[in-house]
């Protein structure tokens, strides 16, 4: 699949790749435990390495891996298997039906950096110079939901004139 089209923004690129169920459908059907299953690009095609380019002389490759999530009916939600626990985060979802976005709220912030590693005075540092970032939620779009697979969008670099993504594929235990 590919979205791209001039007369349209960025976001209504977005919101025309999403899911057509209801907010009632996808409430009910996000109930249960979803375990990673691949990572695709947007035609379809499993990618199980990325390379990152840190600058002209340093690449990191990342074998592909997502943790799975179990989301309750409660309103609560837990990333399970993670591989760093510290981002095994929890917390509570909610669906926002007007921008049609799953909204998980972390139950402790996460930071652009391990703030436990950190000498107290650096934090300090961090903190005044405005470079410590707080994370407080996330928020993650559908590209399809059923009752055995969710589809998220992972979205990738863009130059705001094409939506460009990978699909994050689960399924459900």
């Known amino acids: 699949m590919t979205f791209?089209?001039?007369?349209?923004?960025?976001?209504?690129?977005?919101?025309?790749?999403?899911?057509?169920?209801?907010?009632?459908?996808?409430?009910?059907?996000?109930?249960?435990?979803?375990?990673?299953?691949?990572?695709?690009?947007?035609?379809?095609?499993t990618i199980s390495e990325?390379?990152?380019?840190?600058?002209?002389?340093?690449?990191?490759?990342e074998i592909v891996w997502r943790p799975s999530m179990r989301i309750e009916k409660d309103g609560t939600y837990k990333l399970i298997g993670c591989k760093?626990?510290?981002?095994?985060?929890?917390?509570?979802?909610?669906?926002?039906?007007?921008?049609?976005?799953?909204?998980?709220?972390?139950?402790?912030?996460?930071?652009?950096?391990p703030i436990d590693k950190l000498a107290p005075g650096l934090l300090e540092q961090l903190k005044e110079s405005g470079s410590l970032i707080e994370f407080t939620n996330n928020e993650i779009e559908f590209a399809e939901i059923t009752q055995t697979e969710l589809k998220v969008f992972e979205l990738l670099e863009s130059d705001g004139t094409e939506f460009k993504y990978n699909l994050i594929v689960y399924r459900k235990k």
């Open 4 to 45: 791209s089209q001039s007369t349209k923004t960025y976001l209504e690129l977005i919101d025309e790749a999403k899911t057509n169920k209801s907010a009632d459908q996808i409430e009910k059907l996000i109930i249960g435990t979803w375990e990673f299953e691949k990572l695709t690009d947007s035609n379809g095609k």
């Open 84 to 113: 760093n626990p510290y981002n095994c985060e929890s917390g509570k979802w909610e669906y926002d039906r007007e921008n049609k976005l799953f909204r998980m709220t972390y139950d402790e912030p996460k930071y652009n950096v």
């Open 50 to 61: 990325i390379t990152h380019f840190i600058n002209d002389t340093i690449t990191a490759n």
